[in-house]
């Protein structure tokens, strides 16, 4: 093991091939080294180096440059004058297709107190099976919403805790194909 590296042919080509020089000197001041734009800790934020905004939340989806204010927001999808804002992309408000999905179930049970009470009371001439006519309304599931526009596709998935969970949200989806239309 005298040699450093016997495979080697000759001359050390590990990493990036180096760069020919650049038109204009870095800065160091050196032509041809690269230039990295970093931010300067000292001057974000008055100096005091920290980044803006750091440690408070902030915008959940980027805000697109022509913004507005928002017009209707369904789940994670957000309608404003001339756009749809999406986490996947912004989308063109102008001819979008909106579909809504319910994927909800509406279960009407009886309560187990209920039942204790019937039982505890049918000694009593019969008055607790009553009690046996009490139901309980539970909804689970979700509503999905998709929207397509311009090639491009969207679906959310919204929560359904009530019974009128699917109107409340196909009055928000007939809103944004009024504005879809126009």
Not at 102 to 113: G, H, N
Not at 157 to 163: D, E, K, R, S, W
Request: net charge negative.
């Amino acid at each position: 093991m005298t040699e450093p590296n016997p495979y080697a042919d000759g001359e050390y080509t590990w990493g990036p091939p180096p760069q020919s020089p650049g038109p204009g000197p870095g800065p160091t001041g050196a032509p041809g080294t690269p230039e990295y734009d970093f931010a300067n800790p000292t001057l974000i934020d008055g100096g005091s180096g920290s980044m803006p905004g750091y440690g408070y939340p902030g915008a959940p989806y980027p805000v697109p440059m022509g913004g507005g204010t928002p017009l209707v927001s369904i789940g994670d999808i957000t309608v404003l004058q001339d756009s749809i804002v999406t986490p996947s992309g912004t989308l063109p408000l102008k001819g979008a297709v909106w579909n809504a999905t319910d994927m909800s179930r509406t279960e009407e049970k009886i309560p187990a107190y209920a039942i204790v009470l019937a039982i505890v009371f049918f000694l009593l001439c019969l008055v607790g099976l009553f009690f046996l006519l009490m139901k309980e309304k539970t909804t689970t599931g979700f509503i999905q919403v998709s929207v397509t526009s311009g090639g491009k596709h969207h679906s959310t998935m919204i929560p359904a805790n009530h019974p009128g969970a699917f109107h409340a949200v196909m009055g928000q989806i007939n809103y944004a194909r009024s504005l879809s239309a126009m």
